[in-house]
């Protein structure tokens, strides 16, 4: 690959090409995660869907290993490689709002920050995470957990159609009705099978909601809060979005200076509908436990409960995450989940159980790649400092905080919360029975596996 050929390229190309040596270069490449750091040969940054079909084709004939990112949240830093070439979405940001349809037209580098500000003026969100800087594109291959996930679902059950550049350079609409076999593989398969680039979403009435976080010293009470959660959940109105963590309360304000650093046990929830309501269904969780360090659950926009955790994980921070799917949280399984906590060498390491249930039951197993209809809990285990100092013990942190609670859990976890170094054992294990079908699917679509920078799936014969 010559100097004319990457000229001619550039050339190709509506929105930039940068390289090395480019004053923008290393703004450019640097990742969510600042734990890893990738310098690839070239940067195409895409301004448009022809953008996006001329850079796949010459990654595809000049032998390059492709990388895509979208908003760019990825933990493990796989929207970008070494010595190839990286694809960026993230200028592509459109959002397209169909308030008499209720559907949503997303552009690939946009974040669920940007599609709520633009639903929320027509009294409407998707299903999307608890992040709102996380990017739409990796949040939704990936599948999608979040607020809304027991109301409405996962992120993909949401998803209409997408459209999405083949790995011949060709663009083929996926939905029930049309190219349905790579709309099944999308919706769960990861980047596997094509970039996507454009998203149409179903949209749900959401507008002012209950929410926000409830803290408890863990020490004290982390167990009970815990078992009592465990307990409450799943007979809870579904209009309920509520997760349970162990975290420390952060040494800032607005948080109260007196429990600073405090181990913590978080139940932080948004419940969609009025503020009585809110607060009689949270008293079925709260009357039966001690008092906490802090409730501060209001009526608030749904943007804002979205929002709630970015001060805190601003671009750049070290990041090491585990995750696994969850069929019981026994009492066994609580304690060691107490223990492993207390031991966070960092006051941003945390651990989230995310429900599974409601509307994410009411689908078949087979209706989506996402291999845990069946589930209870999706873990996360997040190791998180801004010193990369600190990057190997957070990292020896989560290792073994998830070396001690995995006997208790299912074989695999959410695609979304893996590093690079977990092995193709456990992305089998995180498909189960649809692994077989996705590699088919992979196969049919990805036969050369150009798009393997990602939790790989491999094609089979």
């Avoid at 299903?127 to 992120?155: A, D």
């Avoid at 090491?320 to 069929?327: A, I, T």
């Avoid at 959410?414 to 029975?433: K, L, P, T």
Wanted: proline share 6%; net charge negative.
């Amino acid at each position: 690959m010559n100097e004319e050929t990457i000229t001619n390229f550039a050339a190709r190309m509506r929105g930039p090409v940068v390289r090395p040596g480019d004053s923008d270069y290393d703004e450019t490449r640097k990742l969510y995660n600042g734990m890893i750091d990738k310098r690839p040969k070239l940067i195409a940054r895409c301004a448009d869907v022809a953008d996006i079909m001329t850079a796949v084709n010459f990654g595809r004939e000049n032998g390059l290993d492709i990388a895509i990112r979208g908003g760019g949240h990825n933990g493990p830093g796989l929207g970008s490689v070494d010595d190839g070439l990286m694809i960026d979405l993230s200028m592509m940001q459109g959002v397209y709002v169909d308030p008499y349809r209720a559907t949503v037209r997303v552009e690939p580098g946009c974040t669920s920050g940007d599609v709520d500000h633009a639903t929320h003026a027509f009294g409407l969100a998707v299903p999307f995470g608890i992040v709102s800087t996380t990017g739409v594109g990796g949040l939704t291959l990936g599948g999608g957990t979040g607020y809304l996930t027991r109301q409405h679902g996962l992120t993909i059950d949401n998803l209409l159609s997408a459209d999405v550049v083949m790995a011949d350079g060709t663009v083929k609409t996926a939905s029930k009705t049309e190219n349905p076999e790579l709309f099944w593989a999308i919706r769960g398969g990861g980047g596997n099978f094509g970039v996507v680039s454009s998203f149409e979403f179903q949209a749900h009435p959401v507008k002012d909601v209950f929410a926000g976080p409830i803290f408890w010293d863990a020490a004290k009470h982390g167990a009970t809060v815990m078992r009592a959660y465990r307990d409450f959940i799943g007979s809870a109105p579904e209009a309920l979005g509520s997760f349970v963590g162990l975290k420390t309360v952060p040494s800032m304000d607005p948080f109260p200076r007196e429990h600073w650093g405090k181990r913590a046990c978080a139940v932080i929830s948004s419940f969609n509908g009025p503020e009585d309501e809110g607060i009689a269904v949270m008293a079925r969780l709260l009357d039966h436990l001690p008092e906490p360090l802090f409730n501060w659950m209001g009526m608030m926009p749904f943007p804002s409960i979205q929002a709630l955790f970015d001060p805190f994980f601003p671009k750049g921070l070290q990041w090491y995450w585990k995750g696994d799917y969850v069929s019981e949280l026994t009492d066994a399984a609580i304690d060691a989940h107490i223990a492993q906590a207390a031991k966070a060498p960092s006051e941003l390491c945390l651990m989230h159980l995310y429900p599974i249930d409601g509307a994410v039951h009411r689908a078949n197993k087979d209706d989506t790649p996402w291999g845990a209809r069946d589930a209870r809990w999706s873990m996360v285990i997040a190791a998180i400092d801004s010193n990369p100092q600190m990057a190997g013990p957070i990292t020896r942190w989560g290792r073994e905080y998830w070396d001690n609670v995995h006997q208790f859990n299912s074989g695999g976890g959410y695609i979304n919360f893996m590093m690079d170094d977990e092995g193709d054992a456990r992305v089998r294990a995180s498909y189960g029975d649809n692994y077989t079908r996705l590699a088919a699917a992979k196969a049919q679509f990805d036969p050369s596996n150009l798009f393997h920078v990602n939790q790989n799936i491999r094609p089979s014969a």
